[in-house]
């Protein structure tokens, strides 16, 4: 497979055909997403709640952020890999933006960032499309907004909203965002802003099938996490079932002393037979 580029991303709108986006957050994904067909990678903050356990994405650090990162880019060469700027890392100066976008680029590994906002940050957007770091907008739900928001709801229902939404979509392409993310909207609206915007092209998660392409996050699309899953979410897979019968099996296998197997490959023989002599 040939390294997914920018221009073969706008290629793929042009001719509509369906862009596959999917979260990585360790070496393993990153291998398995590098060996699938998968266009983009994104190391979401989403890694906040899923693989570190915290209960919000606000909690997650640049630091830790970047060393996930890296983790994935060692594994994932062929896609376009894509991180997320965390939790207030992108709302100082375009200078202090910049800074923290370039170590997620440099230490990283990433080819581009993702920020969540719309006029607002604007001029952040501006500054690293300027400075040569492609951007992803991401607007809608915006996870680091949910306290906010009043939780994880979803957006841009009403007429008022979803006008809103696509001027802001305008907006960061504006800016230079070459993509834009859009989460739990009604598929018109994300319909709305994908006809309207001619360059970026637009990811849908939650927003119906008019968008170019999709995003799920790892776990909730192989089955692997616990607890209830927004509805837009399709599991393709039921790893935690795997997982659980699989730990059960091995628990089991040793209680019984049926693992490790007598005289297999399970075990290695001594050259000669002077066990006795031990
Ligand atoms: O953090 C994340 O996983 C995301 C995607 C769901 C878009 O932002
Ligand atoms: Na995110």
Not at 245 to 255: E, L, T
């Amino acid at each position: 497979r040939t390294k997914i580029t920018l221009a073969h991303l706008r290629t793929m709108k042009r001719y509509r055909t369906p862009i596959s986006m999917l979260t990585a957050y360790d070496y393993p994904t990153g291998l398995a997403c590098d060996a699938s067909r998968v266009e983009i990678v994104l190391v979401g903050d989403s890694l906040a709640q899923v693989c570190l356990g915290y209960d919000s994405t606000t909690r997650i650090t640049l630091d830790e952020m970047i060393h996930h990162c890296k983790a994935v880019a060692r594994g994932c060469k062929t896609p376009f890999l894509v991180v997320d700027m965390p939790f207030g890392t992108y709302h100082g100066t375009p200078e202090e933006t910049f800074h923290n976008a370039v170590r997620l680029v440099r230490e990283g590994g990433a080819e581009a960032v993702k920020l969540e906002g719309g006029p607002e940050i604007a001029h952040h957007v501006e500054h690293l499309t300027l400075a040569g770091i492609p951007v992803f907008a991401h607007l809608g739900l915006m996870p680091q907004r949910a306290v906010q928001l009043g939780g994880y709801l979803p957006q841009a229902r009403r007429f008022h909203s979803a006008k809103r939404l696509v001027e802001h979509a305008l907006v960061m392409e504006q800016a230079g965002a070459v993509a834009v993310v859009l989460e739990a909207v009604p598929p018109e609206v994300a319909e709305a802003a994908t006809s309207r915007l001619k360059h970026a092209f637009t990811i849908g998660i939650g927003a119906g099938r008019g968008t170019d392409g999709q995003v799920l996050v790892w776990d909730d699309m192989l089955g692997n996490s616990r607890g209830r899953k927004p509805r837009f979410v399709r599991q393709f897979a039921h790893l935690r079932k795997h997982v659980d019968d699989g730990i059960a099996a091995y628990v089991n296998a040793v209680r019984r002393r049926t693992y490790p197997a007598y005289q297999t490959s399970n075990m290695y023989s001594m050259d000669s037979d002077q066990s006795r002599q031990l």
